[in-house]
């Protein structure tokens, strides 16, 4: 049973924001080394839905792991179609002046299915929402994920749609991304992904832990002329608009079709954002965004990554969550730097 006083103290409090004089932090990634690995076999059988199990040794555990090991957590494998990776380490440069915020909301945790009650999920159907922003970022992993354009040709999506924490999954072989056109018989227009890049965190991870970086990077051939969403660092929630986190995917309930939801974020630790959004396998690597204040008006940004299904022992009961992965400030650095190859000054 996890004891909710540990629950709070040990995990929530230890982990404190690190944000920068402007309130958006600036972490400078530096590489280090580029190794040659031997090439994937891409043997993982793969599966659209991830569930872990996380007890009151995984709380504390993760409080130790990320306290003893802050730079290795954004070294990373880059994977090519051919099947060639090269390992990046990295070296963390952190903002000179920093100011900790704490989040200091109640945490306490209710029961959650993937869907119960009225499912408030509704598709997106009409053409005119489907090519715009924010619905027409949402793509089609071939392995059967959701994932976001972040730029004209990367796109964002969970790493375990890809890799399953030993080997890439047999469809990442030939990993392709569709965008939805719209019509009375929807298709999907494929675009080839030229390469991937996944934490080293995710790769070997214990299943308990791995859900924190569950995330990944995939390089389309070419640029896309379809509207893209922005990155922000996840905020505390009080700095979120309503509470509230927005995504669209492709539910495998609803073939052929892009599935919005929104709802209010219950509860967040250092790495996850756990809410009560119904969702469904196929969702996985949806693009979790919120209303952010930005210089003087709500932006609509991507805050993390949709994973999966969590079981969290509350009072010696299970209960099982929806979880995204939130962006932190080192993913954010991590992710602009496989973008831009240097840091992102803006939030």
């Given at each position: ?18 944000i920068g ?9 530096i590489?280090?080394h ?25 709380i ?17 494998e ?18 000179q ?34 090519q ?6 949402a ?50 227009r494929w ?20 859900m924190?970086?569950?995330y990944a ?17 996840s ?21 052929g079709e892009?599935?919005?939801r ?18 469904q396998p ?32 509350v009072?010696?009961q ?6 995204a ?11 602009c ?11």
């Amino acid at each position: 049973m996890i004891n909710l006083g540990i629950f709070n103290s040990v995990y929530v409090s230890s982990f404190l924001i690190l944000i920068g004089a402007s309130g958006i932090p600036v972490i400078e990634i530096i590489p280090h080394h580029t190794l040659n690995l031997p090439p994937t076999n891409f043997t993982a059988l793969g599966d659209p839905q991830l569930n872990t199990v996380c007890s009151e040794q995984c709380i504390i555990q993760k409080s130790l792991q990320d306290q003893l090991d802050q730079v290795q957590q954004l070294d990373y494998e880059t994977t090519y179609s051919n099947g060639s990776r090269t390992l990046t380490t990295i070296e963390l440069k952190l903002p000179q002046n920093q100011k900790k915020l704490e989040d200091k909301r109640s945490y306490s945790l209710r029961s959650r299915r993937q869907i119960y009650g009225p499912d408030v999920r509704f598709s997106i159907r009409s053409r005119k929402f489907l090519q715009d922003f924010p619905f027409a970022a949402a793509v089609y992993v071939s392995t059967g994920c959701t994932g976001v354009l972040v730029t004209e040709r990367h796109v964002l999506t969970a790493a375990h749609c890809i890799h399953d924490g030993k080997d890439y999954v047999q469809g990442a072989r030939r990993l392709r991304v569709g965008f939805l056109r719209p019509g009375v018989n929807p298709s999907l227009r494929w675009v080839r992904v030229k390469s991937t890049r996944v934490p080293r965190r995710w790769i070997g991870a214990p299943a308990e832990l791995s859900m924190d970086y569950d995330y990944a990077l995939l390089e389309l051939r070419r640029p896309q002329s379809q509207p893209h969403m922005s990155l922000a660092v996840s905020p505390p929630l009080q700095n979120l608009a309503g509470g509230r986190v927005h995504f669209s995917g492709f539910d495998n309930d609803r073939p052929g079709e892009l599935v919005y939801r929104s709802c209010r974020v219950k509860q967040q630790t250092a790495h996850l954002l756990y809410q009560h959004c119904d969702a469904q396998p196929g969702a996985s690597g949806s693009g979790v965004y919120g209303r952010l204040w930005n210089k003087g008006r709500w932006v609509r940004k991507v805050i993390g990554i949709f994973s999966g299904h969590q079981w969290v022992e509350v009072f010696g009961q299970p209960r099982e969550y929806n979880v995204a992965v939130r962006l932190t400030p080192p993913k954010y650095a991590q992710i602009c730097y496989w973008i831009r190859s240097s840091s992102c000054k803006d939030g």
